[in-house]
């Protein structure tokens, strides 16, 4: 691999693509065990040393925003919710000059008390994560029995101004294949932004199957019998999710098609895990430690050109069409949805 050149002030890769959102992944951790996610009995929990401290983390999101040009930083899991940092590290992010903007992923448990101090501490969007809208199902699909907690999340941060909120939904065949039209209906009635996410290849118990996951095809296919879709013309740039019209506007529904349209080539996302690695995409194999470097005392410039020299290695795309293509070793959970 050719060295990382010496562009300051930004993470750009060989194939020119510049990353400008920065998801972190607060903890490994979660509260429900969705099944397409982790097993029941949950996973080997990364270990408390292990983890950057809030100050760590502080400290590698304002060397991305201050020095790599990062100007959307987005926090994950696991279930971020459950870090107990979180509100001072939101606090500490919106400080940073340039303000980068702060959104969440959460499964919306714990949102209802926390939307508000979230709020107040600089958050600016929330993504909530909702597959199902029946009460026997979700408790079936996240082996909990928490629906009513989630759309009492939901109703609290619209409230609280986290706005827009975006549902993720995520379609299994013969689970809730055929909860689509009802999903977007319920997102149309209280003004939520809904975006089904295709099925990948990253649940800790390597069971996705390629020839059963839902598609976008399908997912379309199935919201086509009740509402009229038209291609949203706005530009896409890098956002992941293809958006329609609903019955033509403004309302609009997205699907994030990974697996079936990839868009690789569009990707503008660095990452950073729960123990302090880089990873160039969801899907690399290898991973960069900024921990061991910021531990054994690098600077912020140090600390830039690793960040940099990782990134530099992005590959094209995440190949999971290609025979040789290879589950990363470590679940979404762990690397930050
Ligand atoms: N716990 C939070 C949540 O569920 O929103 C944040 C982390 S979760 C890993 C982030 C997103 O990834 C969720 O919307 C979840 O549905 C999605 N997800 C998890 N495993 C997935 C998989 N194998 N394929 C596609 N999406 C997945
Ligand atoms: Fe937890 Fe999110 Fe994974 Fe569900 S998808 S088990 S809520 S990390």
């Keep these: 691999m050719t060295a990382a050149p010496t562009t300051d002030g930004v993470l750009v890769d060989r194939y020119g693509r510049v990353a400008r959102d920065l998801r972190v992944s607060l903890t490994d951790k979660c509260n429900l065990r969705c099944t397409y996610c982790m097993p029941a009995e949950g996973l080997p929990w990364l270990a408390g040393p292990q983890l950057l401290t809030d100050d760590e983390i502080v400290r590698l999101i304002r060397v991305a925003v201050q020095r790599l040009g990062i100007t959307e930083v987005r926090f994950t899991g696991g279930e971020p ?96 294949d055929d909860e689509a039209p009802a999903l977007l209906r319920f997102a149309l009635a209280h003004g939520y932004e809904l975006r089904f996410i295709e099925q990948m290849p990253l649940d800790a118990q390597h069971r996705w199957d390629r020839t059963t996951m839902v598609t976008a095809d399908e997912i379309l296919a199935s919201l086509a019998g009740e509402f009229t879709l038209t291609p949203d013309q706005a530009e896409r740039g890098a956002a992941p999710a293809e958006t329609w019209l609903v019955d033509g506007g403004p309302a609009r529904v997205g699907v994030i098609a990974s697996v079936t349209r990839p868009f690789c080539g569009d990707c503008d996302r660095t990452r950073l895990t729960a123990d302090g690695q880089v990873r160039a995409c969801l899907f690399a194999t290898e991973e960069s430690d900024l921990r061991g470097a910021l531990r054994a005392g690098a600077d912020d410039a140090e600390l830039a050109r690793r960040w940099q020299a990782a990134m530099w290695g992005k590959r094209a795309g995440h190949g999971i069409d290609d025979p040789s293509f290879l589950q990363p070793a470590r679940p979404m959970s762990a690397i930050g949805g």
């Design 81 to 176: 919710l459950i870090r107990p940092g979180l509100v001072d590290i939101v606090t500490a992010v919106a400080a940073l000059q340039p303000r980068p903007r702060i959104s969440l992923t959460t499964n919306g448990i714990g949102l209802a008390r926390l939307a508000p101090v979230l709020h107040a501490a600089g958050l600016d969007r929330v993504n909530v994560s909702l597959d199902t809208l029946e009460r026997a199902r979700f408790t079936e699909l996240t082996r909990r029995d928490r629906l009513a907690d989630v759309l009492a999340g939901l109703s609290e941060a619209a409230a609280a101004g986290l706005t827009p909120v975006k549902l993720n939904s995520v379609l299994m065949r013969g689970v809730n």
